[in-house]
């Protein structure tokens, strides 16, 4: 391939910005063009395209969102929509596309690939929901936004001797919950995966709060949703002052940590490579410590099981 584009799509993610630069200077590396194309698979559809080069994506590997931008189209989704993209690809001479995002973002890469484009996604969404991969890009940085967060809510929770019931992001899944749950000494954390029972949470803290504790932590995933309603109820319930916070989007900005720029980096590499060796169809994950990649119809049907015994270690010390 002599020319390559890179798009991000779906929620932005810290470290984005890191695959981005590793794409366009793997590709200048190897010999390429590279072609950015700006707010996802509208860029496509509405020809927002532009030349990127090695000086294009200086200073961006530290900073959080995308310099791409990224939108969700619901004209990509029409046969139509998919046609004018294909035509605005075969304009500027792109010749495979390596697309960040999440599942919603490889259906587009899967749907391209069979129109004759081939295409390569790299897991980037902070919710770590990805099927094929353990890790995804944007995870790290906001598990550390949301320990950081609520070690300050802590603060004036043990100060006031209340019980804090904090909703992180993760819609469809609670992989930031719990780990960001057992980082903060959360006495219960509710996901999305599992049944919420209020009733136990009550137990424990009543019990807890007989052995001397004054303040609790309650982290709640987004998808369980209610959290004023689960204050309320706590509060009701235990007599303990309990207010509800939404930590929201403040969990997707930021500079990425270490980890999301190292594993940013090496997916963006990955991605190029498999397209410079004319792969398409792929989608590139991290399993048990290395880079590998997958058919993008294998990733797309994979399923992803919650860790309950990672979320029982956090029940056993959460006392």
């Known amino acids: 391939m002599k020319t390559i584009g ?5 929620g932005d993610a810290p470290g984005m910005n890191a695959a981005i630069r590793a794409v366009v200077r793997t590709a200048i590396t190897l010999g390429m063009n590279v072609k ?3 707010s996802g698979y509208s860029g496509l559809i509405h020809d927002d ?33 998919m046609m004018t993209a294909v035509e605005t690809c075969k304009k500027h001479g792109i010749e495979g ?7 919603g973002s490889f259906r587009g890469a899967r749907d391209l690939s069979v129109r004759g484009i081939p295409c390569v996604g ?7 929901d990805i099927a094929s991969t353990e890790y995804t890009i944007g995870f790290d940085t906001a598990m550390n936004t949301a320990v950081e967060m609520i070690d300050k809510i802590r603060d004036t929770a043990q100060s006031h001797h209340r019980c804090s019931v904090i909703e992180v992001m993760g819609r469809h899944a609670g992989y930031i919950a719990l780990q960001v749950g057992i980082a903060t000494g959360a006495t219960a954390i509710l996901v999305p995966e599992l049944t919420v029972d209020l009733e136990s949470v009550v137990k424990k803290i009543i019990a807890v709060e007989k052995t001397g504790k004054k303040h609790f932590i309650i982290v709640v995933a987004e998808g369980v949703g209610g959290v004023d309603k689960i204050a309320a109820y706590i509060q009701e319930k235990t007599g303990i002052d309990s207010r509800a916070t939404v930590l929201g989007h403040v969990q997707r900005g930021g500079n990425p940590t270490v980890r999301d720029r190292v594993r940013a980096t090496q997916m963006g590499s990955a991605a190029v490579h498999l397209l410079y060796n004319g792969v398409g169809n792929r989608v590139v994950a991290y399993k048990k410590g290395e880079i590998v990649d997958f058919d993008i119809y294998e990733a797309l049907n994979m399923t992803k099981s919650f860790d309950e015994g990672m979320l029982e270690v956090a029940h056993e010390t959460a006392i």
């Not at 959080?64 to 990509?76: E, P, V």
């Not at 596309?97 to 599942?103: A, L, P």
């Not at 790299?122 to 770590?128: E, F, K, L, Q, S």
Request: proline share 2%.
């Open 49 to 81: 395209v532009i030349d990127l080069d090695a000086r294009s994506v200086s200073d961006i590997i530290s900073r959080g969102g995308t310099m791409l931008y990224t939108a969700r189209s619901k004209s990509f989704m029409t046969e139509e929509g």
């Open 97 to 103: 596309v390596v697309v960040i995002g999440g599942d």
């Open 6 to 10: 890179v798009l991000t799509s779906g």
């Open 122 to 128: 790299v897991p980037g969404t902070i919710d770590n």
């Open 36 to 38: 950015g194309i700006r």
